[in-house]
């Protein structure tokens, strides 16, 4: 996306046209590197998170805050996706006008991530009830070098 992007940049100031489809790539092909990125970065519980209140709890008190979470985050992307079916619906019906690829594909990526999220939230909330530790409190771990 970004060399396109960079090309056609480069293109218009040089020669005043540009790669036309390259203004409509990114609104297919962004959304589905966000959703899959928070989908893996949650699966990995590499996502962005406060567990300073957590840590400072007991831990009967920290597993219902963890749990409360969970439900939250849950309800979360229940609520999303339920509600973005009209948009979803009046997606199905819009074409890009270059590429003349419908906009439910960029848009079916919000269907992923907000999907995703929520199997993971229950897998969570399922570890957490049976006894399980949602969090790798190994900083070691953490590194992705």
């Not at 997606?91 to 995703?116: D, E, M, P, V």
Request: glycine residues 8%.
């Amino acid at each position: 996306m970004f060399v396109a992007l960079l090309l056609n940049v480069i293109l218009r100031y040089a020669f005043g046209a540009g790669i036309t489809w390259a203004y409509e790539i990114h609104a297919l092909l962004l959304p589905w590197l966000v959703g899959g990125g928070i989908v893996i970065a949650a699966a990995r519980g590499r996502n962005i998170a406060i567990n300073l209140l957590p840590n400072f709890l007991r831990e009967r008190a920290r597993l219902r805050l963890l749990l409360v979470i969970e439900l939250a985050i849950l309800a979360i992307c229940i609520s999303v996706l339920w509600s973005s079916q009209p948009i979803l619906k009046a997606a199905q019906f819009q074409n890009l006008s270059t590429l003349g690829i419908k906009q439910i594909w960029g848009y079916a990526s919000l269907i992923y991530a907000f999907a995703g999220m929520a199997l993971i939230a229950i897998a969570d909330i399922l570890i957490l009830l049976s006894g399980g530790n949602i969090g790798d409190d190994d900083p070691s771990h953490a590194s992705l070098s």
